[in-house]
């Protein structure tokens, strides 16, 4: 079944930290991969996506993240944590490429002082 | 340019009672999709529109849930009547229409939280 899956529903890390999201797809077809993020009481904004091309694609906020097709994986990095990317991450798929996008469940990021 | 742009922001009823969203999405977006999502879970969609017209409504429990876009911009989602298990919050999105090999941003907007008592 075609799916996304994201490791850990929890991550803590401290500032100045690597920042490391995971997640894997189950896709059929080579699909269109997004890292969104949600702050409390807010909607969903697009931090990056892969759609063809270079593999490593860079978002905003000095997030990136590196489409694995072997592996199919595209998790989510960030060099060195700030205190304001604390919120909740979501990975998601057009896994058929057609307009419908497949969440994973999120990963809520806490930055530790 | 101005984003989706979704009523009310907060909700609360009480269950057996109905209860009716609103969403404007971005000018000249043709496809617009209402998505659930509950507490700790990533976004459902429910409901896609090209225009006016459905294109998938296979997750929207029809029994209780409706959703329309009578003239192809503005949408309401409704609920009647409501269960506990509908808290949730419902995010409208919009996109330019589905070109083929072409990929189309969906932008959210702020969500509306329903809480049902």
């Known amino acids: 079944a075609q799916s996304v899956t994201q490791l850990g529903s929890h991550v803590s890390v401290s500032e100045g930290a690597l920042v490391l999201l995971r997640c894997n797809y189950s896709s059929s077809v080579p699909p269109y991969l997004f890292w969104y993020v949600q702050y409390p009481n807010q909607g969903l904004q697009l931090l990056l996506k892969?759609?063809?091309?270079?593999?490593l694609v860079k978002g905003i906020n000095g997030f990136e993240a590196e489409f694995k097709k072997s592996e199919t994986s595209f998790h989510l990095t960030k060099p060195s944590a700030h205190m304001s990317d604390a919120a909740e991450y979501f990975c998601?798929?057009?896994?058929?490429?057609?307009?419908?996008?497949?969440f994973g469940k999120g990963t809520r990021l806490h930055i530790l002082p | 340019e101005a984003g989706v742009a979704q009523s009310p922001r907060y909700k609360i009823i009480e269950k057996r009672q109905s209860v009716a969203f609103w969403c404007n999405p971005i000018s000249g977006h043709a496809t617009l999709y209402w998505y659930q999502q509950i507490l700790g879970q990533g976004p459902k969609l429910l409901i896609q529109?090209?225009?006016?017209?459905?294109?998938?409504d296979s997750q929207l429990p029809k029994d209780r849930f409706s959703a329309e876009r009578l003239k192809g911009v503005d949408s309401t989602l409704k609920i009647q009547p409501a269960k506990l298990e509908d808290s949730a919050v419902y995010l409208c999105a919009s996109s330019l229409p589905l070109r083929s090999g072409g990929y189309n941003e969906q932008f959210f907007g702020p969500g509306t939280r329903l809480t049902v008592l």
């Open positions: 529109f090209q225009n006016n017209g459905v294109v998938d």
């Open positions: 998601a798929g057009e896994l058929n490429r057609d307009d419908k996008i497949i």
């Open positions: 892969y759609t063809t091309g270079a593999t």
